[in-house]
């Protein structure tokens, strides 16, 4: 009787397991031509990546910077931290590099130490490494080998600082390097002709506007004081002339009065020259180098729509267009046309963008950026769009990226 069973169980247990392959065999096909079927039906391109600011996660997907159809703002890949009163430079290998600024978090916000990368080919953003100091307000200047100079700024503490670092993109590191002379934050720094890396004014230690000047010689690695401006400045334009020389204009503390005085570097002989003072006084304002070698200064604080032009050769400013909306603390650029983009800044339209025509002295409202920005940062990326990166809002700080088509 056992055996009688042992063989009839066994032909039954071995029915039973073919039964089973075959349906085995049959649901695995099902699932590889279910699988083929959801790539053809879902396959996609993108990559997402994850970002985060202060105890606050969220996802981005990278896209590529491309020219849209036609002219106007397109999103592009958010950052991976939400940044304002940040820096940013155009690397020798076309991707934006960006440091340091202010997140989203405790009550101050937080201070970032971090750096990223941004490929506009691929639409991806790679964290750069960490500074040693936390810094918004900060100084950034490429140098001629390619590496980056960050200096001072406003620290943990909420006071300026004297450090400075370099990032070398090639090797993906950071180092020290020597310290300012003085500490300063709200303040421009400008790359000259020659290596060098011109700072002046901003806001010292004890929070009271700064006259000195100091310039970096990278091959030394250290920084030099220069003679002083002809008057302390804060929140002011530092723009690279055409022949070498750097013209400074304004400044002031957040409420007036607001300096209408200018004055030009020349690096050659490290001396200044007080020079034609503009129609108004203006801080937070922008200023841009045109075509013609002449510089645009336009809006500040107090809502100011005026702007007017510098001629360094007549030593002349003379007024032109007024802008539609207030843009102080917006950011400014030279499209590869010729025009002046003008986006952002406190007001009454954060998402405001202005087009100035040299040729017309008047200025075009643009349709609204996508984002709400202020203490943002634009950079002119080698296929000539623009990349308008971060500031803060209406919602506090953002993450948000975009690009312009000229």
């Known amino acids: 009787m056992n055996s009688l069973y042992s063989k009839t169980g066994f032909k039954v247990l071995s029915s039973f397991f073919i039964i089973v392959l075959l349906s085995l065999g049959v649901v695995a096909c099902s699932g590889t031509t279910s699988e083929e079927e959801a790539v053809d ?13 202060g105890d606050e996660e969220y996802t981005g997907e990278a896209k590529p910077v491309v020219a849209g159809e036609t002219r106007g703002f397109e999103t592009a890949s958010v950052m991976r931290n939400k940044r304002g009163s940040h820096g940013a430079v155009l690397l020798q290998d076309g991707r934006v590099f960006v440091v340091g600024g202010q997140g989203s978090g405790s009550q101050r916000g937080i201070i970032y130490t971090s750096a990223e990368v941004f490929d506009p080919v691929t639409g991806v953003w790679e ?22 100079l960050v200096t001072g700024g406003r620290g943990n503490l909420n006071m300026a600082i004297p450090t400075s670092e370099i990032y070398d993109a090639d090797a993906e590191t950071w180092e020290s390097t020597g310290e300012l002379v003085t500490e300063r934050d709200y303040m421009p720094c400008t790359s000259l002709n020659d290596g060098r890396v011109l700072i002046t004014g901003g806001e010292g230690r004890d929070y009271q506007d700064l006259s ?7 091959e030394k690695g250290e ?13 002011h334009t530092a723009t690279l002339l055409d022949d070498g020389r750097v013209l400074i204009t304004g400044g002031g503390k957040l409420d007036p009065p607001y300096e209408k005085s200018a004055e ?7 001396t200044w020259t007080v020079v034609a003072e503009m129609s108004t006084g203006r801080a937070d304002h922008q ?19 005026t702007s007017e032009i510098y001629d360094p050769e007549t ?6 267009g007024n802008t539609i909306q207030p843009h102080a603390e917006g950011a400014i650029i030279r499209l590869s046309t010729g025009k002046i983009l003008l ?12 087009l100035y025509d040299t040729s017309t002295g008047v200025w075009e409202e643009l349709e609204e950026m996508n984002n709400d920005r202020y203490r943002h940062e634009m950079i002119r990326l080698e296929s000539d769009l623009i990349l308008i990166i971060g500031g803060q809002g209406r919602e506090g700080v953002t993450a948000q990226v975009e690009s312009f088509t000229p």
């Open 223 to 235: 920084w030099e004081a220069v003679p002083d401006m002809s008057v302390t400045r804060a929140r």
């Open 127 to 148: 964290m750069a490494g960490d500074m040693k100091e936390h810094r918004h307000d900060l100084c950034v200047a490429l140098l001629p080998d390619g590496r980056v």
């Open 41 to 53: 039906d879902f396959s996609t391109d993108a990559t997402f990546f994850t970002g985060q600011s």
């Open 287 to 305: 200023a841009v180098l045109l075509d013609d070698g002449r510089v645009l200064a336009v809006g500040g604080r107090g809502k100011k729509l």
């Open 264 to 270: 030009i570097f020349d690096p050659n002989t490290n």
């Open 212 to 218: 000195s000047a100091e310039v970096y010689d990278p």
């Open 315 to 320: 030593n002349i400013w003379e007024k032109t």
């Open 343 to 354: 986006t952002g800044g406190i007001g009454y339209g954060l998402r405001a963008a202005a």
